[in-house]
T-cell receptor, first 115, second 111 residues
Framework: GAVVSQHPSWVICKSGTSVKIECRSL??????MFWYRQFPKQSLMLMAT?????????EQGVEKDKFLINHASLTLSTLTVTSAHPEDSSFYIC???????????FGAGTRLSVL | QKEVEQNSGPLSVPEGAIASLNCTYS??????FFWYRQYSGKSPELIMF????GDKEDGRFTAQLNKASQYVSLLIRDSQPSDSATYLC???????????FGKGTTLSVSS
């Protein structure tokens, strides 16, 4: 199957700082990537759909100014959590569709802890 | 709004038994369905996908799709403790641009 790389896998930061998470498709071109958030013992929550070369589509209730998404190439999307606060501590997971496909391949996830 | 429903469980089965995980969906027009497995603290991994009515087998896993009744199931034969995880059912959204995930069913296989 296709490989999606996500980095970093774990990050601890101080409240008020910004954190950037990278999502790369290693062996295929991903016109669409997705960003999810998952709190402990809860289901995956789609935050936004990232489209190469255009603005991301955010789900209802997700602050676009707080969660900045950039998808500048067919193999890289980034999520920046700006001015992070303890309530932003969560497991952030990206996924990608190969071109023309419905199957989503997930990155390993990033565990964010904001002190 | 499309919905994908799963019983959250936990579903407990003894080692060697068949585990049956069920999922129902609201959109009769849905054409494809996906089963993902998620271990605690890890991201989801694809197990199987199914497009056609009937059964699709892959090793110990069998996906079953019944479009008339709008349910899709996943059977795990000869369950192993290593199968203990949360299983997520998913179907494409209306636009076909993203997957809608169910809340997942937690499976516990005891040795």
């Amino acid at each position: 199957g296709a490989v999606v790389s996500q980095h970093p896998s774990w990050v601890i930061c101080k409240s008020g700082t910004s954190v950037k998470i990278e999502c790369r498709s290693l062996d295929f071109q991903a016109t669409t990537m997705f960003w999810y958030r998952q709190f402990p013992k809860q289901s995956l929550m789609l935050m936004a759909t990232s489209n190469e070369g255009s603005k991301a589509t955010y789900e209802q209730g997700v602050e676009k100014d707080k969660f900045l998404i950039n998808h500048a190439s067919l193999t890289l999307s980034t999520l920046t959590v700006t001015s992070a606060h303890p309530e932003d501590s969560s497991f952030y997971i990206c996924s990608a569709n190969s071109a023309g496909g419905n199957i989503q391949y997930f990155g390993a996830g990033t565990r964010l802890s904001v002190l | 709004q499309k919905e994908v429903e799963q019983n959250s469980g936990p579903l407990s089965v003894p080692e060697g038994a068949i585990a049956s995980l069920n999922c129902t969906y609201s959109d009769r027009g849905s054409q494809s369905f996906f089963w993902y497995r998620q271990y605690s603290g890890k991201s989801p991994e694809l197990i199987m996908f199914i497009y056609s009515n009937g059964d699709k087998e892959d090793g110990r896993f069998t996906a079953q799709l019944n479009k008339a009744s709008q349910y899709v199931s996943l059977l795990i034969r000869d369950s192993q403790p290593s199968d203990s995880a949360t299983y997520l059912c998913a179907a494409p959204n209306q636009a076909g641009t993203a997957l809608i995930f169910g809340k997942g069913t937690t499976l516990s296989v005891s040795s």
